[in-house]
């Protein structure tokens, strides 16, 4: 009886915890109900995950099986994130999935926040597709009670308009304003998910798995490093038997090519491993409703073809380019030494860390010189050169190339900073080596395997909206934008937003989400009949 209580109470304990890990919700709100080939499409999401308040990052992919539109990294913060992606003009009508992972801190095991439809439809095919209502895969908003109030009365085009959205509770609120023309039952387009979490924390990083290759297929040691060049980030892999590696590098913006350098040999091979799913098969269809916003979308490019790019332009935020985390030890400006011949003629010539000696052959060896209290040592392994964002252990070839052809030089090789910043991977020192002739480049054989990387996304200014200064016409299916942001204490947020050159009807749609992850939905609804007078 006992030991039946106790399978009972393991079994009770069992489903409560598994009841935890289902508890977890997200949010997604799109701009739109259904996107057109060449569109910006628009995303927010909001996490009631605990864990959410701390910054973690997610991948996000769209895609079908057919297809790969592309993919991502966004941060999280605060239980929020935003982001966007650019449909290419030559895509096939079809159903997308919108794919969100995140990763686990420690293991970098994959974990599924959700997975859901979305309807995109190009011109050149859609009139190909079945009769049906693709909002049945696809759900509006749901309904709730939202205040959305208008401080002022919008009337005429390019009329700036005050207002706000009041919420029962402090609250993350997403808006969006749109062209009811184009979309007159549908405004937006909002996913609610539940997904399992985890008590090890989200990794706040950019997993990269692959497989590294040595040149005799033998793991001298397990040690494998990946390093950003431009800001001098490291991440450490473990390799097993199987040669497969997991690493998780410091968050960078965009696309960079990432080395990765083995600890023991020069030439290895990296085989980047890809991100393998499959999606369900789910059939696009079309309805009357659908077929005007593709006509209306099509008048509107012909009539304002001039200006059609110009609604795809984003407002990308200013990001100060990236630098190295760590201060250099030692600088070189070369052009100031009135030295000829090669490198190593010049630090034959100063006071430098970095020092050449002969290898035999003819051949030179890279030495850095590192200082403790017991005097100077030089450090057992290869300083590593990086030379125009290409990464070498070739002492030999950097001690041949000609003064005159270099720019300037920054060493890292104090042992404690070397330590604390690089680790292994620093060990020998770090020579950047920039070059005259920026397109200059290093000949294969000697260079250190790289692979470009895709980080986090590059950030834009929100809110997405109508200029109220721009000559060119101010035509546009969505007026306003604003991904979710918190409400003040009383669960009101105040925003602003510009009327476009159309005369139409138009709506806001603004979706609530309060800290346990409930969902809600405000409409209102406005005309504007009036061009303005300016």
Known sequence: ??????????????????????????????DKPYYLAGEYAFYT???????????????????????????????????????????????????????????????????????????????????????????????????????????DEPRTTRQRVRASVRVQQPSLVSIVIRDKTLYPERGSHTVFSQFNTVEEAYLHGIPVFGKRIPRDNAIKNPLFFAMNKTTLDFAISMVGEDSLFRLALPPFFGEQNIDFIDYVWDDVAVEIAPYSGSYPELVLTINAKVKSTLELNEERRKIYGFYNSLEQVLPFAIQDPPKPAVESDYEVDVPDFAIQGTLLDLFKEILAPLKFRRAGEGKQRARMIYETDEGSHFYNSKTKFIVNDQVT??????????????????IYHDLEKVRKHFGPIGTGGIVVIEMK????????????????????????????????????????????????????????????????????????????????????????TFSVSRLSSN
């Open 1 to 30: 009886m006992i030991k039946r209580m106790r399978l009972y109470y393991i079994l009770f304990w069992l489903l409560a915890a598994l009841s935890d890990l289902a508890s977890q919700e997200v949010v997604v709100h799109f």
């Open 45 to 151: 999401m909001a996490f009631s995950d605990p864990q959410a308040d701390s910054a973690f990052v997610v991948r996000v992919e769209v895609a079908n099986n057919q297809a790969d539109l592309g993919h991502h990294f966004v941060s999280v913060d605060k239980r929020k994130s935003r982001g966007y992606f650019k449909i290419p003009y030559d895509v096939k009508s079809d159903f997308y999935y919108f794919n969100v992972d995140l990763f686990q801190g420690k293991t970098h095991n994959r974990h599924q926040v959700l997975q859901c439809p979305l309807a995109i439809y190009n011109s050149s095919d859609a009139n190909d597709l079945d009769e049906g209502d693709p909002g049945e895969l696809m759900p509006d908003s749901p309904p709730g009670v939202i205040d959305i109030l208008l401080k």
């Open 393 to 410: 252990r070739d002492g030999n070839f950097i001690a041949n190339i000609p003064i005159q052809e270099v720019e300037y030089i920054t």
């Open 437 to 524: 002739d920026k397109t200059y480049s290093l000949p294969d054989e000697i260079c250190l395997p790289d692979r470009l990387i895709q980080g986090l996304q590059q950030g834009i200014q929100y809110p997405i909206e109508v200029s109220t200064t721009a000559i060119e016409p101010q035509i546009k299916s969505t007026l306003f934008w604003s991904p979710f942001a918190e409400t003040d204490t009383e669960g009101e947020l105040e925003f602003e937003f510009t009327t476009s050159d159309d005369l139409s009807d138009f709506e806001i749609i603004a979706v609530a989400v309060n800290p346990e992850g409930r969902m809600t939905t405000g409409r209102r």
